[in-house]
C-alpha cells in the first residue's frame, strides 16, 4: 500500500481511510462512492485520490537493487 496520507489539492488525512475503503470495494463488491460517502470523503479531490490510485509497489520493488 502506497496510498499518499494527504490529499494533494487540499491536504486533507486520506490514508487512514484507504484499507477500509480497499477491503469493502475489491474484497466486498460495494459501489465505490457510496463506500466514500460513508467514510466521510466529500470533497471531489479527495475522491480522486481514491478513485485513481493504481498500486504499483508490488511491480516496482521487483526492480530494487541487486
Given at each position: 500500500?502506497?496510498?499518499?496520507?494527504?490529499?494533494f489539492?487540499?491536504?486533507?488525512?486520506?490514508?487512514?481511510?484507504?484499507?477500509?475503503?480497499?477491503?469493502?470495494?475489491?474484497?466486498?463488491?460495494?459501489?465505490?462512492?457510496?463506500?466514500?460517502?460513508?467514510?466521510?470523503?466529500?470533497?471531489?479531490?479527495?475522491?480522486?485520490?481514491?478513485?485513481?490510485?493504481?498500486?504499483?509497489?508490488d511491480?516496482?520493488?521487483?526492480?530494487?537493487?541487486?
Amino acid at each position: 500500500m502506497m496510498i499518499p496520507v494527504r490529499c494533494f489539492t487540499c491536504g486533507a488525512v486520506i490514508a487512514d481511510k484507504w484499507e477500509e475503503y480497499d477491503r469493502r470495494v475489491n474484497q466486498e463488491h460495494e459501489d465505490s462512492g457510496k463506500v466514500l460517502d460513508e467514510l466521510g470523503v466529500k470533497r471531489y479531490c479527495c475522491r480522486r485520490m481514491f478513485i485513481s490510485h493504481v498500486d504499483l509497489i508490488d511491480e516496482i520493488i521487483k526492480f530494487g537493487r541487486k
